[in-house]
């Protein structure tokens, strides 16, 4: 059974820092692509970040480019996301998924259950 | 960036009635498509790729369609465990975007 497991959420004050990490069983991990998604409060779904299955090429949109760093561990089957010089848009939970990608499709097939992050004062 | 048109935003049907949800992509995507539902409190889970594939363990009354760049979610006779959002999103291209939702409830 595929499991992602998310941890390291929290409350950080904005500028500040924050590193969630995504266990993941059940599954070959380093041969997938992996991604975070992020749900803000009462909002919609927004993509924030994936990497590739050796972890050289990574992808973000404009929103959190700079910020935000995606990263892997394919021996201890981990993703990671660290994200610096918080704001207080990017409060929501947090979301690991497996990014399956083919010939002609993609997709996020499996999700972890979600971390809160709270960018507060 | 592409952007995903999706309607209705909110949707209310009654048990077993058909209902259908329909995004429009803003350029041509092929058939880089996935539907995904949120139960509420839950996290997304998929339910298709590929614009019409159904993933494993998804009921059959849930089905994908195309039409150029539109793409339709249908649900052929809801059930009371079929309530919750629905999301479509894009793969083709980065960023990968997501519709803004449609939130399906019970009349």
């Not at chain 1, 929290?10 to 059940?26: E, I, N």
């Amino acid at each position: 059974e595929v499991q992602l497991v998310e941890s390291g959420g929290g409350l950080v004050q904005p500028g500040r820092s924050l590193k969630l990490s995504c266990a993941a069983s059940g599954f070959t991990f380093s041969n997938y692509y992996m991604a975070w998604v992020r749900q803000a409060p009462k909002k919609g779904l927004e993509w924030v970040a994936t990497i590739s299955t050796s972890g050289s090429r990574t992808y973000y949109p404009d929103s959190v480019k700079g910020r935000f760093t995606i990263s892997r561990d394919n021996a201890k089957s981990s993703l990671y996301l660290q994200m610096n010089s918080l704001k207080s848009e990017d409060t929501a939970t947090y979301y690991c998924a497996r990014f399956n990608i083919g010939t002609t499709t993609a997709y996020f097939d499996y999700w972890g259950q979600g971390v809160m992050v709270t960018v507060s004062s | 960036d592409i952007q995903m048109t999706q309607s209705p935003a909110s949707l209310s049907a009654s048990l077993e009635e058909i209902v259908t949800i329909t995004c429009q992509a803003s350029q041509d995507i092929g058939n880089w498509l996935a539907w995904y539902q949120q139960k509420p409190g839950k996290s997304p889970q998929l339910l298709i790729y590929g614009a019409t594939s159904l993933a494993d363990g998804v009921p059959s009354r849930f089905s994908g369609s195309r039409s150029g760049t539109q793409y339709s979610l249908k649900i052929s006779r809801l059930q009371v465990e079929d309530i919750g959002i629905y999301y479509c999103q894009q793969a083709s291209s980065a960023p990968y975007t997501f519709g803004a939702g449609t939130k399906l409830e019970l009349k």
